[in-house]
């Protein structure tokens, strides 16, 4: 597709659940940046890819999140143990430049909402 | 620390003008973005500004003030499609995106 995509759309899972959300972003876009959003708020970075070199993670907020993209296109990002303070809308985005001199244009993904129970 | 500021909420009547404020304090900058965001959907570019004065778009303009730390985001001729939250983001020194929690806008007939 010409978008970003992300899957899982619904995720719903009991506390202490592993949970794998995918994002597969444009094609040729170099950058790709998670985001967690709660209701009402602002995206909060989370973290942050060049190709498939993870060059920022300081906004992941526990070592239960982890983030991948072995090959430079696809991002999944894994939270293990899920919390209820997890349970959020997960955004994923990309841009076609590199964040070193980032003024590109964001285009995001419909995002994963995860409701932990 | 780094902040930036929007109302929470505002109410507009349809065909009017309305125009969203935004004030930042980050750690450098190298740019100010405004996005639009319908309830349950992805944020959507609307404008850049890293130049002081007005970018005009159609319906949507944007003005930046860099020594001020301040924005605007101006709509016309409102339309109830316009009904969303917008989002002003900052790019920071590190070029690291610092967002707002955004302002959610009321469109009333």
């Known amino acids: 597709g010409a978008g970003v995509s992300q899957s899982p759309r619904y995720k719903v899972a009991k506390r202490g659940q592993d949970v794998a959300l995918r994002c597969d972003p444009i094609?040729?876009?170099?950058?790709l940046f998670w985001y967690q959003q709660a209701l009402g708020q602002g995206p909060e970075f989370l973290t942050y890819f060049q190709n498939e070199a993870q060059l920022d993670k300081s906004g992941l907020p526990s070592d239960r999140f982890f983030a991948e993209r072995p090959e430079g296109s696809v991002s999944t990002l894994k939270i293990q143990r899920t919390q209820q303070e997890d349970s959020a809308v997960y955004l994923c985005?990309?841009?076609?430049?590199?964040?070193?001199?980032?003024?590109?244009?964001?285009?995001f993904g419909e995002g994963s909402r995860l409701t932990v129970l | 620390g780094q902040n930036i500021d929007q109302p929470t909420e505002m109410t507009a009547t349809e065909g009017a003008i309305v125009q969203i404020n935004c004030t930042y304090q980050?750690?450098?900058?190298?740019?100010l973005f405004w996005y639009q965001q319908h309830a349950g959907e992805a944020p959507t570019f609307l404008s850049y500004?890293?130049l002081d004065g007005l970018e005009e778009k159609g319906r949507f303009s944007s003005f930046l003030s860099r020594s001020k730390g301040y924005s605007y985001l101006l709509l016309k001729e409102l339309q109830m499609k316009d009904s969303a939250s917008y989002l002003c983001?900052?790019?920071?020194?590190?070029?690291?995106?610092?967002w707002g929690a955004g302002t959610k806008l009321i469109i009333k007939p």
């Open positions: 094609s040729g876009h170099v950058s």
């Open positions: 983001a900052v790019t920071d020194s590190n070029y690291q995106l610092i």
């Open positions: 985005a990309s841009s076609l430049v590199e964040s070193g001199g980032f003024t590109g244009e964001l285009f």
């Open positions: 500004n890293v």
């Open positions: 980050t750690s450098g900058f190298n740019g």
